[in-house]
Structures are given as structure tokens and as C-alpha cells.
T-cell receptor, first 113, second 114 residues
Framework: NAGVTQTPKFQVLKTGQSMTLQCAQDMNHNSMYWYRQDPGMGLRLIYYSASEGTTDKGEVPNGYNVSRLNKREFSLRLESAAPSQTSVYFC????????????FGQGTRLTVV | AQSVTQLDSQVPVFEEAPVELRCNYSSSVSVYLFWYVQYPNQGLQLLLKYLSGSTLVKGINGFEAEFNKSQTSFHLRKPSVHISDTAEYFCAVSGVGYGQNFVFGPGTRLSVLP
């Protein structure tokens, strides 16, 4: 049982390059999330998808786009990477039922130079 | 909207000593409360959660937390820590009636010293 799988685990980009972070879950969860983690700031929500076919902005959506490809997969795209997007990115999923916890992937460490 | 404060960014403690990690939240609605642990270079995993009922919640690895509605707090405690408890701990809330969005605190780094 893999849970939430993120690829890649590490990535170095040059300013202006684009890339897509992939996330897949095998727990039949409805909701999926993308967070970024920066020192001293905890996790901040970038985008979320409450259910297949819907996506919504979180706290820090600027510079990102998402696609909920199907129930299992939720990708995050950086169209033109900036140094401010250097961070650790976490994908998470949960049932769409209040009070249930989120399950997290192992993270993607992204450096933009 | 909800917000979470974790006043202690770092907590050093000696092995076998007790520890308390503080969490306070702000919300205009009722909340569900969570504590997550993050070991180095790993994702977050759930330690415990409070939904309703008894205000004392027990979790994995000997941790427990107490919900105090009047003080809007959800402090995490362990009576005797081990070296293996060295990690970062995050408090999180989700608002009742506000879907499943989780708001996280900035985290507390617990360092257990031999």
C-alpha cells in the first residue's frame, strides 16, 4: 500500500524553466492538496481539489497551476519558476468528510537557481 | 478563517524528561484539531486528533493532547521522551462546516538530548 506518491523527490530548476510535480494516491480519497513548506512558516496551502473535477486556490496560489487528472492524480505545475518558489512541496489526500485527517507524500525538494 | 500559533519554535529536552509542545488557535467556528510529526526528510504523519467528546486525546508513540476550548489551546504532551522523538511537530486545525482545508502552525522542532 503506497499511500501518497510524489515524483520527483528532488529537482533543480533554472529561473524561468517550467516543470510539473506529480502526485498519486491509492486510498480512494476524494480530496487532494498541494502545500509548500518553508522554514518557520509551517505548511501553506497552494491549491486543493475537494473532489474529482474541482480545484480551488489556497493561501499562496500565485505562480502555480494544478490539474486534477482523475480521482487518483493531482499535479502541480510551475510555468516559469522563480527563486521564491524554492521550497519543499507536499501533496496530501483525505476523504471528503469532516474530521478525517490528511495523508502526506514524502515531499519534493525544489531549488530554483 | 482559522489560524494556528505554536509559540515555541525549538524545544530542547533531555531524554526521559517530560515535554509539552504548545498550540493555540483562533477560529470563529468550531474546529477539529490535529497534531502531526515530521521526521527528517519525510512527510507528515498523524500523531492524534480531536473531533469531539473527551478533551484528553491519546495518540501514537505515547503522546497525548488536551483540548481546552476556553483557552483555545491544544497542547501536546509526553511524560518521558526518547531520542527517537526528535522531529518537527505541527499543530493543525480544520473548521467545522468549512470542508476539509487544514491550516497548519509554523511547527516546533523538538530535540531530545542524551
Amino acid at each position: 500500500n503506497a499511500g501518497v506518491t510524489q515524483t520527483p523527490k528532488f529537482q533543480v530548476l533554472k529561473t524561468g524553466q517550467s516543470m510539473t510535480l506529480q502526485c498519486a494516491q491509492d486510498m480512494n480519497h476524494n480530496s487532494m492538496y498541494w502545500y509548500r513548506q518553508d522554514p518557520g512558516m509551517g505548511l501553506r496551502l497552494i491549491y486543493y481539489s475537494a473532489s474529482e473535477g474541482t480545484t480551488d486556490k489556497g493561501e499562496v496560489p500565485n505562480g502555480y497551476n494544478v490539474s486534477r487528472l482523475n480521482k487518483r492524480e493531482f499535479s502541480l505545475r510551475l510555468e516559469s519558476a522563480a527563486p521564491s518558489q524554492t521550497s519543499v512541496y507536499f501533496c496530501a489526500s483525505s476523504y471528503f468528510r469532516q474530521g478525517t485527517e490528511a495523508f502526506f507524500g514524502q515531499g519534493t525538494r525544489l531549488t530554483v537557481v | 478563517a482559522q489560524s494556528v500559533t505554536q509559540l515555541d519554535s525549538q524545544v530542547p529536552v533531555f531524554e526521559e524528561a517530560p515535554v509539552e509542545l504548545r498550540c493555540n488557535y483562533s477560529s470563529s467556528v468550531s474546529v477539529y484539531l490535529f497534531w502531526y510529526v515530521q521526521y527528517p526528510n519525510q512527510g507528515l504523519q498523524l500523531l492524534l486528533k480531536y473531533l469531539s467528546g473527551s478533551t484528553l486525546v491519546k495518540g501514537i508513540n505515547g503522546f497525548e493532547a488536551e483540548f481546552n476550548k476556553s483557552q483555545t489551546s491544544f497542547h501536546l504532551r509526553k511524560p518521558s521522551v526518547h531520542i527517537s522523538d526528535t522531529a518537527e511537530y505541527f499543530c493543525a486545525v480544520s473548521g467545522v462546516g468549512y470542508g476539509q482545508n487544514f491550516v497548519f502552525g509554523p511547527g516546533t522542532r523538538l530535540s531530545v538530548l542524551p
